[in-house]
């Protein structure tokens, strides 16, 4: 929830309240501790706020106190005053961020890039090559917008938190899941690894379609279309091969290959002869190094390779 000054100000006094007013449950401890560690200035702003606060009750030991004191014969009550001060300002700031609207994050990866992201209920999402999502995580609400690209979700189930993916027109809803979403090129494909999740089209302007979807289902949506088929556990865990830099063709068609190289690549593999699209070709290679895929054309198919323009030519 990182944002304007004001607003992790906001935060950080919404957070000093709530610890002062008794001992926060395990769930908001590891929130408090995971917006702690989303940056140093949630960290300076929450100790700048608890100083406050603590400042703010020395005063008021004071003036109990220390009935005597010059400070207390020359000002009766202006500390209490400023003590009150203190402590509505950050009754305030508490209160106005819990009244505003809930912030978005947002996390991307370049052409080639792998981030893993976890949140505090336990839910951990996990970035492939150029990827943009934004998430909305609150007591409330728990939104992700996959905007394009491909993420892994291991979602931690609550039936009161509803987790939500909105991407490319459809939603899909978690019923205690991990599963795979590919967002590219106009179609959306989803591939459900464990549990259960629904998938339903979000844009009322579409083809309505929905699927109930259980282990092994992998589903490919359009604008106005919906199928489903079977994949084997083997062929999904191949399919996240990209998750430790590694990319499995078996029997692939070169093009789609090729397609797959490039997704990860700025050097692009193009295949200069058409009649070469449907060869298929197996192997375990490194997703962000074309210079082996060139090679292993090379070497095991026969191929010709030509680096011409920034780019990597195949043919015969």
């Given at each position: 929830?990182?944002?304007?000054?004001q607003?992790?100000?906001?935060?950080?006094?919404?957070?000093v309240?709530?610890?002062?007013?008794?001992?926060?449950?395990?769930?908001e401890?590891?929130?408090?501790?995971?917006?702690?560690a989303?940056?140093?200035?949630?960290?300076?702003a929450?100790?700048?706020?608890?100083a406050?606060w603590?400042?703010?009750?020395?005063?008021?030991?004071?003036?109990?106190?220390?009935?005597?004191?010059?400070?207390r014969?020359?000002?009766?009550?202006?500390?209490?005053?400023?003590?009150?001060?203190?402590?509505?300002?950050?009754?305030?700031?508490?209160?106005?961020?819990?009244?505003?609207?809930p912030?978005?994050?947002?996390?991307?990866?370049?052409?080639?890039?792998?981030?893993?992201?976890?949140?505090?209920?336990?839910?951990?999402?996990?970035?492939?090559?150029?990827?943009?999502?934004?998430?909305?995580?609150?007591?409330?609400?728990?939104?992700?917008?996959?905007?394009?690209?491909?993420?892994?979700?291991?979602?931690?189930?609550?039936?009161?938190?509803?987790?939500?993916?909105?991407?490319?027109?459809?939603?899909?809803?978690?019923?205690?899941?991990?599963?795979?979403?590919?967002?590219?090129?106009g179609?959306?494909?989803?591939?459900?690894?464990?549990?259960?999740?629904?998938?339903?089209?979000?844009?009322?302007?579409?083809?309505?379609?929905s699927?109930?979807?259980?282990?092994?289902?992998?589903?490919?949506?359009?604008?106005?279309?919906?199928?489903?088929t079977?994949?084997?556990?083997?062929?999904?865990?191949?399919?996240?091969?990209?998750?430790?830099?590694?990319?499995?063709?078996?029997?692939?068609?070169?093009?789609?290959?090729?397609?797959?190289?490039?997704?990860?690549?700025?050097?692009?593999?193009?295949?200069?002869?058409?009649?070469?699209?449907?060869?298929?070709?197996?192997?375990?290679?490194?997703?962000?190094?074309?210079?082996?895929f060139?090679?292993?054309?090379?070497?095991?198919?026969?191929?010709k390779?030509?680096?011409?323009?920034?780019?990597?030519?195949?043919?015969?």
């Amino acid at each position: 929830m990182s944002g304007s000054a004001q607003q992790i100000r906001f935060e950080a006094g919404a957070w000093v309240e709530r610890r002062d007013a008794g001992s926060l449950t395990e769930a908001e401890q590891a929130e408090f501790e995971a917006w702690l560690a989303q940056s140093t200035s949630h960290r300076v702003a929450y100790w700048r706020a608890d100083a406050a606060w603590s400042s703010a009750d020395r005063i008021r030991v004071l003036d109990s106190t220390n009935p005597e004191s010059s400070t207390r014969r020359i000002l009766p009550g202006a500390i209490k005053v400023a003590a009150a001060f203190v402590l509505m300002a950050t009754l305030a700031a508490g209160a106005a961020f819990y009244s505003r609207p809930p912030a978005d994050r947002t996390y991307a990866t370049p052409v080639g890039g792998h981030e893993a992201v976890s949140f505090a209920d336990g839910t951990r999402i996990e970035l492939s090559t150029d990827t943009l999502m934004r998430a909305r995580m609150t007591t409330n609400e728990r939104t992700i917008w996959l905007d394009h690209g491909e993420a892994y979700f291991q979602v931690k189930h609550n039936s009161e938190r509803p987790f939500i993916v909105m991407v490319a027109g459809h939603k899909i809803t978690d019923l205690g899941t991990k599963f795979l979403v590919t967002a590219d090129a106009g179609k959306l494909q989803v591939a459900l690894v464990q549990g259960r999740a629904r998938i339903d089209t979000a844009d009322k302007w579409m083809q309505q379609h929905s699927a109930l979807l259980k282990p092994g289902d992998v589903v490919l949506a359009t604008t106005d279309s919906m199928s489903r088929t079977r994949e084997t556990a083997k062929a999904l865990a191949n399919a996240l091969s990209w998750r430790n830099g590694l990319l499995v063709f078996r029997r692939t068609p070169l093009s789609e290959a090729a397609y797959q190289i490039n997704r990860y690549n700025r050097e692009k593999v193009v295949i200069a002869d058409a009649s070469l699209n449907e060869m298929p070709i197996s192997g375990t290679l490194s997703a962000n190094d074309p210079e082996q895929f060139a090679r292993v054309l090379e070497n095991i198919f026969g191929l010709k390779t030509q680096r011409k323009s920034g780019a990597i030519l195949i043919s015969r």
